[in-house]
């Protein structure tokens, strides 16, 4: 591989043409929003087998391996230098820290309780979208985010019967750090292909993610199950590559804003898959807040910025 250089960068602004699908970008960011509402499962399955910093540790290597290895096949040049800070930061907040301190909090917490963390994510990304590349949604859209954040919030915590645990720490920083890697994952999909943007950042955590691995595997027992083999296979395969792929796609086709609002509907989706896989159960509030919800997200795609 060679780094691409400046010449090279105009035309790989033409790669991401979903910008002019924008049907297509609501698709895409949609199958991104499906495959992470089944992260928190898929982690309580792996923590089964794999200890915490086991678990992040080898779904970080499976997946940059998988990524590594589509790079080489395709014979993807490296990125311009001046990209791989946002790589970093795409890195340190998709592929390590949300996993990382997701995991720790799911520890002691239900995945319900957990749920909240995505019901916040979305305004959390359109505000650091606001910040970092100076979108400006309109106010309709900002009232709606709102309500939309509310009635997740509102639900999620009923579900977890209104404690708050010692994990809230872990979620709130989680929140904070993915809504990061999300804005500039969603900016560097607009110069470069969306699933390049997190096939280099899982490679660029590659170095750190390997030694991490060993020391992990070599003081947390690991006990290779049905169900911490699927978990783990899903959160490398499916959370941490092919869904960000589609994600990012889709931010960049429909913006990082109205993309982010997606993921109102990821809570609810993880309670869902929680009662399949997990056995958990939910009230009679799931269809009313679903509802509420999908009439957010309706306003939020229809609002113009």
Do not use: N
Not at 107 to 121: E, K, M, N, Q
Not at 183 to 198: D, F, K, N, S, Y
Not at 236 to 260: C, D, E, H, T
């Amino acid at each position: 591989m060679r780094a691409q250089s400046s010449a090279t960068a105009t035309p790989a602004i033409a790669v991401t043409t979903d910008g002019e699908r924008p049907g297509l970008g609501v698709l895409q960011a949609a199958l991104g929003v499906t495959a992470f509402s089944l992260t928190f499962p898929a982690t309580a399955w792996g923590l089964e087998g794999f200890g915490p910093w086991s678990l992040v540790a080898v779904r970080s290597v499976l997946a940059a391996l998988i990524a590594g290895a589509c790079l080489l096949v395709l014979r993807v040049p490296l990125p311009d230098r001046r990209h791989w800070a946002g790589l970093a930061v795409v890195g340190a907040g998709v592929v390590l820290g949300f996993p990382l301190l997701t995991t720790l909090a799911l520890r002691t917490s239900t995945t319900a309780h957990a749920a909240v963390v995505v019901g916040l994510l979305p305004l959390t990304t359109a505000l650091l979208s606001a910040l970092r590349v100076g979108t400006r949604p309109s106010r309709t859209f900002w009232i709606a985010a709102l309500a939309g954040a509310a009635a997740v919030v509102a639900f999620t915590v009923q579900q977890s019967g209104g404690a708050l645990t010692t994990a809230d720490a872990f979620l709130f920083a989680a929140l904070l750090v993915c809504a990061a890697g999300y804005t500039e994952g969603g900016r560097l999909a607009r110069i470069m292909p969306g699933w390049q943007v997190i096939g280099w950042a899982l490679v660029l955590c590659l170095p750190l993610a390997v030694p991490l691995t060993a020391v992990a595997l070599a003081y947390e027992p690991v006990e290779l199950t049905a169900h911490s083999v699927t978990g783990v296979l899903w959160l490398a395969a499916g959370s941490q590559f092919l869904g960000l792929v589609v994600w990012y796609r889709g931010m960049a086709a429909i913006g990082i804003p109205k993309a982010s609002q997606l993921q109102l509907a990821q809570p609810l989706l993880t309670l869902v898959w929680s009662v399949l896989l997990l056995g958990e159960h939910l009230t009679v509030a799931a269809p009313l807040t679903a509802a509420a919800v999908l009439v957010c997200i309706a306003v939020t795609q229809r609002a113009r910025g």
